[in-house]
């Protein structure tokens, strides 16, 4: 059975929505690329507000294809939707400039990572230990490997490794070996109770036990964090000087990789120390809008529970033919 297609059953609100909107107010015009268009939310918002500019929506998941794409159909020729793993943004975004024969650059990239509650909380995905349904966990349901896969044919130390290194799940050993013991297993409830019970009855009282290992073996599934560095380079060399890169994370293994590589941007990887002249010759891709890391408020929090754990980052693009002219220099 496959989910629903129509974008009334997608029911996501955007986290931070105003605060994106307010980050892309002062970008060039040109193209916003929404590399996790999920429902359109945000791209639909930023439409709104920057008449002079246009989206490009990318997202794995065909069904929030489908629904972003209803969604955004009355922006007409604006909006723009395309079906695809985001490590593929520079690819995407030159086969749209040409289909459209468009003369205009990238003036913002948006990542809004993880998925989205239309697909957690639709059970035949097999994302929540909250609603039983077949271990999948796919975002791209093209893609071989499932959740059924990680969960049925590793081996036991690898399992371990997984849970441990994608959520730091503090009883990774003993669940892995609980879910070894118990195998085959077919369905997320299943997983999610073998899970409960490897886990000791105090740390059950802390949220549900299941739902760092979901985590895990869903980036696992989904090659999450293997791909994002390369994507958010990508997505900075795409940026038109004062365009800009915002990036939300919901964990922290999410979030390291997002500092790290906006870290990179700003430093182009100067490895000199610290208080001393740059001696090595790297050029700064961009700087930072905010050094810290911006969180929601509790009123944001309290209207929009996704919003909880989530850490915005965001850079922008150094416009070096600015720094060189004498008169912006003054
Ligand atoms: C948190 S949701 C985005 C919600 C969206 N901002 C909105 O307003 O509705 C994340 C979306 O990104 C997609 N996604 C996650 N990783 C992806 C990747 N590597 N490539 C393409 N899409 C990805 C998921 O399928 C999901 O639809």
Redesign the pocket.
């Known amino acids: 059975m496959h989910p629903p297609s129509s974008s009334r059953a ?1 029911a ?1 609100t ?2 931070l ?1 105003e605060r994106v909107v307010e980050l892309f107010s002062t970008v060039p015009a040109g193209w916003i690329v ?11 918002a930023m439409l709104e507000a920057r008449p002079d500019c246009r989206v490009i929506g ?4 065909d069904w ?1 294809i489908t629904a ?1 794409g209803e969604r955004l159909a009355p922006f007409g020729e604006r909006a723009v939707v395309r079906r ?4 593929r943004i520079a690819e995407v975004v030159a086969e749209v400039i040409d289909d459209t024969n468009s003369d205009q650059g990238v003036s913002g990239v ?1 990542f ?5 509650s239309p ?1 957690l909380d639709e059970g035949e995905r097999g994302f929540s230990y909250r609603h039983d349904g077949p271990l999948d966990m796919r ?2 349901r093209s893609r071989r490997r499932s959740a059924a896969d990680v969960v049925n044919r590793s081996a036991a130390a690898e399992l371990a490794a997984t849970i441990r290194r994608y959520s730091d799940e503090r009883y990774a050993t003993r669940i892995a070996n609980a879910i070894v013991a118990a195998r085959p297993l077919r369905s997320t409830g299943e997983l999610a109770k073998v899970v409960a019970d490897a886990v000791p009855a105090p740390a059950r009282r802390l949220g549900h036990p299941a739902r760092r290992t979901f985590q895990a073996i869903r980036i696992a599934v ?3 964090l293997e ?2 560095a390369d ?1 958010l380079d990508q997505a900075i060399d795409l940026l038109l000087p004062g365009g800009r890169c915002i990036a ?1 994370s ?1 964990h922290s293994g999410e979030d390291r990789i997002v500092k790290e590589r906006f870290r990179h941007a700003v430093t182009g990887g100067c490895e000199c120390p610290p208080g001393l002249p740059c001696r090595c010759g790297a050029t700064p891709k961009a700087s930072f809008v905010r050094r810290r890391s911006q969180q929601a408020s509790p009123a944001e929090v309290e209207a929009n529970p ?1 919003a909880e754990s989530v850490r915005l980052r965001v850079v922008e693009a150094i416009d070096h033919e600015a720094a060189d002219r004498p008169e912006e220099r003054a």
């Open positions: 997608f996501h955007p986290v929505v929404d590399a996790t268009l999920g429902g359109g939310g945000h791209a639909a990318i997202d794995q998941d929030a972003a695809a793993r985001f490590d948006l809004d990572l993880g998925v989205s697909q975002m791209d989904n090659d999450e791909i994002l994507s939300m919901y996704r």
